[in-house]
């Protein structure tokens, strides 16, 4: 079953730049699809628009059977992202208060936060933080307390724009541990990223875009001979006619 349905999806920018043209794309439910291309390429600029962050200019985004633009509402619901800088994502005083503030929005019974708190904390291996400040938290827990606030949401789409950047090999392994546990339990995971090494391993699907524009699609293995074409570095292993490892071995 689609999820999601791209039809004609264009945006241009106030000062006339093109930040995505014509795309049509599906993502199948509990799919893990990596979207790679140089800074610029269109890769954050669509992502915006599967939870009405951005207004298309043209086009229409559908989750499970509805429109985008006919209830944004559900649409951050259902698609939760993590945005490179996981600092711009806490609002809360504690990790506990983080976590809770979407379903306080979402004007949730008090039994029915706690219980989703406890439930996204517990996921993400946060628990024993609860009391703590979210600021003095490591680069990699922060990244995963902005991926229990969004499973607090009930979100069953998870978009990571550029997760492993600025995180320590630790983190790393942290980030990447717990997105493929959720794609696990039947999340559908989008990640953007010009760095492939890391998550290569899991996806199920390679999509590189350059200028606005998807360029290819297909399976990982497929597509990696010509990373390079579109300015994004293959993996090592890639490069020397081996299969990429993943970093969790």
């Known amino acids: 079953m689609n999820i999601i349905e791209i039809k004609n999806l264009s945006h241009h920018f106030a000062d006339g730049a093109i930040g995505i043209d014509d795309i049509n794309l599906t993502i199948r439910e509990g799919e893990f699809v990596v979207f790679a291309g140089m800074n610029g390429s269109g890769k954050s600029t669509l992502f915006r628009h599967l939870n009405g962050l951005l207004t298309p200019s043209n086009g229409t985004v559908i989750l499970d059977g509805v429109s985008v633009a006919d209830d944004p509402k559900r649409a951050r619901r259902m698609v939760g992202m993590v945005f490179q800088n996981a600092d711009s ?57 902005a991926i229990a606030g969004i499973l607090a949401m009930g979100s069953r789409v998870l978009v990571f724009d550029e997760p492993f950047s600025n995180l320590d090999y630790p983190g790393i392994r942290q980030v990447l541990n717990q997105i493929v546990t959720l794609h696990h339990a039947g999340h559908t995971i989008l990640i953007a990223t010009h760095d492939l090494e890391k998550v290569i391993c899991h996806a199920q699907r390679l999509i590189f875009m350059k200028a606005g524009n998807i360029i290819r699609d297909g399976a990982p293995n497929d597509n990696l001979k010509e990373a390079e074409r579109f300015g994004v570095r293959a993996p090592c292993a890639s490069r020397f006619g081996k299969e990429p490892v993943s970093w969790l071995l």
């Open 89 to 145: 994502q806490i609002v809360g005083e504690t990790v506990y208060d983080d976590v809770a503030f979407g379903p306080e929005n979402l004007g949730l019974k008090r039994d029915i936060i706690a219980q989703r708190v406890s439930e996204a904390l517990n996921a993400v291996n946060l628990s024993t933080h609860a009391d703590q400040r979210p600021h003095l938290l490591s680069g990699g827990e922060k990244r995963r307390l």
